[in-house]
């Protein structure tokens, strides 16, 4: 509990870009994983040193000890909010994270150097702001049913796959990055940017804060060489009005961007804070 800096994003932890797509941010998040005491069956009893007894319990790291503190948080915020998807539960830890440590220091990685959305995509989770988000980001089924699409699968497998998908689905035409850039997910990966000079994305956001009167104004945190407008630049969301959606034109002011770029995008009403990370490829 004493141990600074923490967080630190471990060596094994994995990295992005995502091997499949660059436009969507991998990896998501990140959660405790090193030397993580947990239950543990594995023990055989000749590795027990000689009078000792066999323990029902372990300390080991990995991703692995990772993937159950992400787990159990959306099996909590799921109890808490049973109407809540899959995607909803996702965006609340995602756009709830952090990327401070406990010496009040950006997290850093094994190598000392500051964590980029590569080592830890939206940041650490949190254990309370996760249950109360704000706003969240709904990815629908028929989104990523088109990303298989996109990355290969085909409309056949896709229907062995998905059990809720309807008789008439069928593979977009032509699915493409700036498609997938537009799934309505609680981060923003662009690539190609040094080329394209201006992109265009739209996201959609559900209030599920217990106000449904509340207007959210944007903070944007863009890197050097990047312009970035947010259309509209408040969200008003009312009883009626549950969801609004924005859009965001990225624009080069710089010809000479020569690494990937990132920035954040946060919607806030004063009380809470929806943070999304986004990353502009070269
Ligand atoms: C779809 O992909 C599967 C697996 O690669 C392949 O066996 C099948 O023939 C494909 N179907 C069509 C209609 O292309
Ligand atoms: C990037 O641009 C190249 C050339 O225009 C194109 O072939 C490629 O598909 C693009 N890749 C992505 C991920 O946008
Ligand atoms: C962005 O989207 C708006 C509305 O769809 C469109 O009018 C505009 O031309 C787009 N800009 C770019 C650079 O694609």
């Keep these: 509990m004493d141990y600074k800096p923490a967080p630190m994003v471990a060596i094994f932890s994995s990295r992005g870009p995502s091997g499949l797509s660059k436009n969507i941010l991998k990896p998501d998040i990140a959660a405790p994983g090193v030397a993580i005491l947990a239950a543990w069956i594995e023990n055989k009893v000749e590795d027990i040193p000689k009078g000792k007894k066999l323990s029902p319990y372990n300390i080991i790291s990995g991703t692995s000890m990772s993937c159950p503190h992400v787990s159990g948080l959306a099996g909590s915020i799921k109890s808490r909010n049973p109407t809540w998807s899959p995607s909803a539960i996702k965006s609340a830890i995602m756009t709830s994270a952090t990327q401070i440590n406990n010496m009040k220091a950006p997290i850093t990685t094994d190598l000392g150097s500051v964590a980029t959305p590569y080592d830890y995509g939206a940041g650490e989770i ?64 662009i690539s190609n940017f040094t080329s394209k000079g201006t992109v265009n994305v739209s996201r959609t956001v559900t209030n599920v804060g217990e106000e449904d009167e509340t207007v959210y104004s944007v903070i944007v945190d863009a890197p050097n060489g990047v312009k970035l407008q947010v259309i509209p630049e408040k969200l008003e969301f009312t009883k009626s009005s549950k969801k609004q959606s924005y859009r965001v034109i990225f624009s ?18 004063g009380k809470y804070n929806v943070r999304s990370p986004f990353i502009l490829t070269v």
């Design 126 to 189: 949190t254990t309370t702001e996760s249950f109360q988000p704000g706003l969240v980001y709904e990815t629908t089924i028929i989104d990523y049913l088109n990303y298989l699409c996109y990355i290969g699968l085909n409309t056949s497998t896709i229907k062995v796959i998905s059990k809720t998908v309807s008789d008439s689905f069928s593979c977009p035409e032509e699915s493409t990055p700036d498609y997938v850039s537009n799934i309505n997910y609680p981060s923003i990966a």
């Design 252 to 269: 080069s002011t710089s010809s000479s961007v020569k690494e990937d770029l990132f920035g954040t995008i946060t919607w806030s009403n």
